[in-house]
């Protein structure tokens, strides 16, 4: 394999690596250059400001109150999301359980598991616009089910009110992505060895029990991953808040990715938007380092 | 496995005692566990199911029934709606741009995607790891950091608000996870096959196309579905570099949609380009759910 190697390894690896660099490792790096620069796009000229954008940063209220929803989001939507999943996935997968020392799925776990992952396949934008839909005072499905069933006094103004607006944003956001966990622990209980759970059960084990002693601690890899995983989306929410709200009303639904793009494209001040954009990356290296040690456990190995 | 448990068990009731061929399914019968388990299983299939079935529903309605009475049936077929939708709501154009460019991004994703993994896979050489290093960081960072930057690159390159020009981003921005994904399938192929082939003389170019890349199909679908979907879907991307209305994609249009649709007060028009926005795709999920399934989880087991 020596002699023919170079040529393959230029025609395989130059045209891939130069596409990336060019449209992502260079914008990634400017970034960096562009957010000491008061740069407002449309001219040529800037000046280098060195950390001045950093400093108006760390005084600008609007900011902290958008960081502020990112950390409510970090920490539900990776609770939520994985709580609901390992729920659901253990219904599906060991439900049967009649505390007899029988393990089973429950019937017609592979519809659940179709219909669960269903919103996986759904554009953010679908599901964005379906939501504000659903959300709508008036027409919406959502006021009118709680008109339905008498709770009138429930309806709201679900996107309108700053109260509530965050935490419907939210809701979306586990609605999206439950599926997706339902069915990746559910392949990881996959690989339990049914006996284990067998075993628990003849031994009287609650199913609070089994599911804190037993199946988190199997799949501690799996949860891992998907808090990482949430954790990225929890900074990201960028694009669901800006299909359903815009931030608003009065910032209440503010994210810091809203943040960026207000400032850059709306306000066109490109410097002090990458500013952001600097701060949010070495917040996304940050936490996921963060979140990778804090979840670190002895692994359990299955033979 | 659970009949045998369960005859092994004298406090089992006779009348659950039924014959091993209607347990094939993994269900086993037993009265309030499963009432609990299936009343939250239905709950959430429920909560799923309802929003997009009611967007299927609403987009039949006339704006009156939509605005009235949101849990009504329509009072009829409006198909008007879809063709409204699909010419005025220009969805049928953002449809076409949205195939043209996934046309060229998967096509292009998954020739330099595997050509990249392969050569990561297969080969030592010096900078190996950097590179595979350099393409797998990219997965960790969400894509609107470098929005400011991309949207001047682009300008710069003249190919903002063209098409090429996203099918290009697209599979910039896709080559991450693609090199990832594919470089682990790679290196579970065995060694054997292509040293067999190598001492018949088969050159390492023809090595790749003939012999490598078809035993490497089932990680090449796995990983074109999860392309396919996140163009299909991709809409921070377009946002940024598509300001021309006639070049808008489907994501990017049906919002458009949603917004314009706020002023003109045209429900039954919005709901029926949701539809036709999510159809497809739920079409395709329906006939290669486990594929998909399969495919979309793969790349988080790693």
């Known amino acids: ?303 | 496995m659970s009949t045998v448990s369960q005859i092994d068990d004298p406090a089992a009731p006779a009348a659950e005692r039924k014959p091993a061929t209607t347990r094939t399914g993994g269900g086993f019968v037993d009265g309030t566990i499963n009432v609990f388990s299936h009343g939250f299983l239905l709950v959430w299939g429920l909560l799923t199911a309802l929003p997009l079935l009611w967007a299927l529903l609403s987009a039949f309605k006339s704006d009156n029934e939509i605005l009235s009475d949101p849990w009504g049936l329509p009072s009829q077929l409006r198909w008007s709606n879809f063709s409204r939708a699909w010419t005025h709501g220009h969805i049928g154009q953002y449809f076409v741009n949205t195939g043209v460019v996934l046309l060229g991004s998967l096509t292009l994703t998954m020739l330099l995607g595997a050509t990249a993994a392969y050569a990561l896979a297969r080969y030592k050489f010096w900078g190996n790891r950097i590179i595979y290093f350099t393409f797998v960081g990219g997965m960790m960072f969400p894509v609107v950091l470098a929005f400011v930057p991309l949207f001047f690159v682009v300008r710069n390159a003249g190919l903002l608000d063209t098409l090429p020009g996203l099918m290009l981003v697209y599979t910039a921005y896709s080559l991450p996870f693609t090199v990832f994904f594919l470089t682990a399938f790679f290196r579970t192929l065995p060694t054997a096959v292509s040293e067999a082939a190598l001492i018949d003389g088969c050159g390492p170019f023809r090595l790749f196309f003939r012999v490598m890349l078809p035993m490497a199909k089932p990680g090449l679908i796995s990983v074109g579905i999860f392309n396919f979907l996140g163009h299909w879907n991709q809409y921070l991307l377009p946002v940024v570099l598509l300001k021309d209305e006639s070049k808008y994609v489907l994501a990017q249009g049906l919002a458009a949609l949603a917004v314009s649709e706020g002023y003109r007060g045209d429900y039954s028009r919005l709901f029926a380009g949701l539809t036709l926005a999510m159809l497809p795709v739920l079409v395709v999920y329906g006939v290669f759910q486990r594929q998909i399934q399969a495919g979309l989880t793969a790349g988080q087991m790693k």
Do not use: C
């Open chain 1, 1 to 303: 394999m020596k002699h023919g190697k170079y040529p393959l390894l230029a025609a395989f690896l130059l045209p891939p690596l130069a596409l990336y660099a060019y449209f992502v490792i260079s914008p990634y790096a400017q970034t960096f250059v562009i957010s000491t620069t008061d740069w407002h796009g449309l001219s040529r000229s800037y000046n280098v400001v060195g950390l001045d954008n950093f400093k108006k940063l760390w005084n600008d209220e609007h900011i902290w109150n958008a960081l502020l929803h990112n950390l409510w989001l970090l920490i539900l939507l990776p609770i939520l999301t994985i709580g609901l999943g390992l729920f659901l996935a253990t219904m599906l997968n060991v439900g049967g359980r009649g505390g007899r020392g029988a393990v089973a799925g429950v019937r017609g776990a592979a519809v659940y598991k179709i219909i669960y992952f269903a919103p996986q396949m759904l554009s953010v934008a679908v599901i964005g616009v379906l939501w504000t839909e659903i959300y709508n005072p008036r027409s919406g499905l959502l006021n009118a089910a709680l008109r339905g069933i008498g709770l009138d006094g429930l309806a709201q103004i679900w996107l309108g009110d700053p109260d509530i607006a965050l935490w419907a944003v939210l809701a979306v956001m586990v609605w999206a992505n439950v599926g997706f966990y339902v069915v990746l622990f559910g392949a990881a209980m996959q690989s339990v060895p049914r006996d284990i759970y067998e075993a628990a059960a003849l031994d009287g084990a609650s199913r609070t029990a089994t599911m804190f002693r037993i199946t988190v601690p199997l799949l501690w890899d799996t949860i891992q991953v998907a808090w990482v995983y949430l954790a990225i989306i929890a900074m990201d929410a960028f694009a669901l808040v800006q299909i359903m709200t815009r931030g608003g009303p009065s910032f209440s639904t503010d994210v810091i990715g809203e943040r960026l793009y207000d400032v850059s494209f709306g306000d066109s001040q490109f410097g002090y938007g990458s500013a952001i954009g600097v701060v949010m990356f070495f917040l996304t290296l940050t936490i996921t380092i963060a979140a990778l040690r804090l979840s670190r456990r002895e692994r359990i190995e299955l033979s």
